[in-house]
């Protein structure tokens, strides 16, 4: 049997390293022994965005890019979107296991009784201007929960992490709701504790009246699914920042603040928004020719479609493409799906995208969902944060048990290319440049 080491070679010196192999992946550190001389630090690796890094090791979310595969704890998206609900994976993700009927109660009841916000939060967001950005207001809330609840920063009591992981589930909904409200103008309602908990999250952002409020079923289930699709992603940008920010031991809600910030750019969750924007601006079928023309030339961007991970097309938008027609059956077709539909045929059969493996995404189709479902036009993205906090807490949870990871500081390494030492020169014998 083939040893598990690689043999590297430095043609510099002409002395051979053996490096271990483990998992499919060498140690960056092991690197360290290749050197010049023995007061040189030793070989790093370059890799800008982290294309071909390993940052952890991690049980919650497997990804296949390739064949078009995505699992939460070994269990395939598709089978969780179409039985699960969004509560019963949030407990999977952070336990590991599927809840019995009893456990999911319990974890129910739990995050119910967390969802009476601190003093002082509605107040707050109402600071904003009716103009602000959604996840702007709720990256600010969420980081301010931590001056609330100041035990969050033990975080190595496991019981004090497991109550602002249950607090944060239950109260990121809210925080989301209070920000659509404020950008609608709309005064802010209490929680609904005979609804669940995604029912719930669709009374306090529509309901008109202070009476009762009946989410329509099937617009409840694709909030279901839309929150299943979007809680957890891998090793992403975002998480990767909730990793790196909890690695200084920062409090959970600091930590999510963060992730949230990263979640905003439109490469990243921000990506539903500018799906949006974007087919707002083309505005009709007969515009697309044109659309496409410039694409390919370089001077735009077709937005929704392409993955970092994903080179076929992403099992997610699959989901998500049928839960629009079931949404928009009872609102009513949205006239920009025919734009939709057309792009997305077209980038199925030209060249040009197959050769560039650019197929919808799971951005393409969920900023129509929720347009149509009523939500304000940048909203999409903060709803996505609530989903992803589950994948966070479980990222960050595992973090911090972990005893590779638990001491470990994110710190990665530069190549500095700047200048070499030089000296210090008074300002009034300073040329111009």
């Not at 944060?385 to 807490?393: C, S």
Request: with cysteine.
């Amino acid at each position: 049997m083939a040893s598990e080491t690689l043999t590297i070679v430095d043609n510099r010196t002409g002395r051979s390293h053996e490096i271990p192999i483990r998992d499919g992946s060498v140690k960056a550190t092991d690197l360290r022994q290749i050197k010049v001389s023995a007061d040189d630090f030793g070989l790093v690796s370059y890799d800008p965005g982290f294309m071909d890094t390993a940052v952890c090791q991690s049980k919650i979310t497997y990804v296949d890019g390739d064949r078009g595969i995505l699992r939460y704890r070994g269990y395939p998206i598709e089978q969780l979107a179409e039985a699960s609900t969004y509560l019963e994976v949030v407990y999977l993700l952070l336990h590991g296991e599927l809840p019995t009927q009893t456990e999911l109660e319990n974890f129910t009841e739990e995050v119910r009784d967390q969802t009476k916000l601190p003093d002082g939060v509605e107040r707050f967001i109402a600071t904003f201007s009716h103009d602000a950005k959604p996840t702007g207001m709720l990256q600010a809330a969420a980081a301010s929960l931590g001056s609330c609840y100041p035990e969050a920063r033990q975080i190595d009591s496991e019981e004090i992490r497991r109550q602002q992981i249950v607090r944060l589930i239950a109260q990121m909904p809210i925080l989301a709701a209070l920000c659509a409200r404020h950008k609608m103008g709309l005064k802010f309602l209490p929680p609904d504790k005979s609804l669940t908990h995604t029912g719930n999250f669709l009374s306090m952002v529509f309901n008109r009246s202070e009476g009762p409020y009946v989410p329509h079923p099937v617009l409840e289930r694709a909030m279901e699914v839309l929150l299943i699709l979007h809680a957890d992603h891998e090793q992403n940008c975002s998480t990767n920042t909730v990793r790196c920010v909890g690695s200084a031991h920062a409090d959970p809600y600091a930590t999510i603040s963060a992730g949230i910030g990263a979640l905003s750019g439109p490469l990243h969750g921000g990506a539903n928004e500018a799906v949006l924007q974007m087919l707002h601006q083309i505005g009709s079928v007969e515009k697309i020719p044109e659309v496409i023309k410039r694409v390919k030339a370089k001077e735009t961007l077709l937005m929704g479609f392409g993955h970092r991970i994903y080179k076929s097309y992403d099992p997610r938008a699959k989901i998500i493409k049928q839960t629009a027609y079931e949404v928009f059956e009872v609102t009513g077709n949205n006239q920009l799906l025919d734009v939709a539909l057309e792009l997305e045929r077209i980038a199925l059969e030209d060249d040009y995208f197959l050769s560039r493996k650019l197929y919808p995404n799971v951005d393409f189709y969920s900023g129509l969902i929720y347009e149509s479902m009523g939500f304000p036009r940048d909203m999409p993205t903060a709803i996505f944060a609530v989903a992803r906090t589950a994948g966070w807490l479980s990222q960050w949870e595992e973090m911090l048990v972990d005893p590779e990871q638990r001491s470990k500081i994110a710190r990665p390494r530069q190549i500095y290319k700047g200048a070499e030492k030089r000296d210090y020169v008074p300002i009034s014998q300073r040329r111009e440049a």
